[in-house]
């Protein structure tokens, strides 16, 4: 794991790129989540002890406001489970920024956490909910027993308080993943399907659906190499790399912070300690005035992930 963990992050034939404007940031406010997937990037778990404190959310408010940024994407675990989480939000929403709940739909059941639903829609987050399947069996095999009928119970909380509802201003997008190591069906026909078969079976409604290549990172990498899938699963998206996706990709416009502070150029960067840049550690708060545009990004085989075929991102297919 250890070798394969370098090539990732290291040595790679990736083509180098570099920084566009700065308009987002991703907060990672921990690896607590109450379920464990076994395509999960993160490796995020029940028993995962690492959140983000206070102070390191604070020096994001001031990196916020020295930089202008426009977007806070806040991710996980589940990222409503740190014990700041509403603080932090309405920190954020206070300055208008928009911010993005990276929402796995099975925490706004969840015993503890029955606020969750009405606090996101009462400061107007964006929701973007997990959903790699609308068949039950594939959800349950990919996340665990229960986790479909769950997960439609916090979709179905989501849409009585509006979301995904026309003119409500509440947006609300799912995201697809794969079962097997494929790449992504076409995003638009996958979306019609999903849009179909929610609405008939349960009602729900959304705003967008996105399509995202799994990661061959943590959870995921182990998962392929046990099944002797690794090498084949990688060679599958060098073999699907489209050099026009570069100038979309979301590292461009993206930051993301770690549980710690620490600053990567990517979520998936950030998993293997790719530090901003493929240089030295860095903090956020030795960023606050800095001009990041123009500096190139760190890069490993993992990059091809986001580059193969119709391409993925946080915002799902590129093109």
């Known amino acids: 794991m250890a070798d394969v963990i370098e090539q990732q992050a290291g040595q790679t034939d990736f083509p180098a790129i570099r920084r566009g404007p700065l308009h987002t940031l991703q907060m990672n ?27 390191t959310m604070a020096t994001a408010l001031a990196f916020v406001d020295a930089q202008h940024i426009t977007t806070v994407d806040v991710t996980g675990g589940s990222p409503e489970m740190n014990p700041h989480f509403r ?3 309405q920190c954020l929403r206070e300055r208008d920024v928009h911010v993005i709940d ?37 959800v349950d095999a990919q996340r665990g027993k229960g986790v479909f009928e769950a997960s439609i119970a916090g979709l179905e909380k989501l849409n009585t308080r509006g ?38 079976r349960f009602g729900l409604v959304f705003n967008h659906l996105f399509t995202l290549a799994n990661m061959p990172i943590q959870r995921y990498a182990r998962a ?17 790399y489209r050099q ?12 993301s912070v770690d549980w710690q502070g620490h600053v990567h150029d990517c979520d998936f960067n950030q998993m293997l300690a790719l530090p901003l840049g493929g240089g030295a550690p860095i903090t956020l708060g030795a960023l606050i005035d800095a001009d990041l545009a123009g500096r190139s990004i760190g890069v490993g085989d993992h990059c091809y992930g986001c580059t193969a075929g119709q391409g993925s991102s946080c915002g799902g297919a590129l093109r």
């Open 102 to 138: 990276r929402c796995n739909p099975t925490i706004l059941v969840e015993p503890g956490y029955e606020w969750s639903a009405d606090f996101l829609a009462a400061h107007g987050v964006e929701v973007i909910a997990s959903l790699p399947c609308y068949s039950a069996d594939n």
């Open 29 to 55: 406010l921990g690896y607590l989540c109450n379920i464990a997937c076994t395509h999960c990037h993160v490796a995020a778990g029940p028993k995962r002890t690492e959140l983000m404190d206070w102070q």
């Open 244 to 255: 026009d996706n570069l100038a979309s990709v979301m590292c461009r416009g993206l930051i």
């Open 87 to 89: 603080d932090f939000v």
């Open 163 to 200: 979301y995904g509802q026309a003119n409500s201003g509440l947006a609300l997008n799912l995201v697809y993943n794969p079962v097997a190591p494929v790449l992504p069906p076409d995003q638009n026909v996958l979306e019609a399907d999903y849009r179909r078969f929610l609405g008939a």
């Open 224 to 240: 392929l190499m046990r099944d002797g899938e690794y090498g084949a699963y990688m060679q599958l998206l060098k073999d699907a």
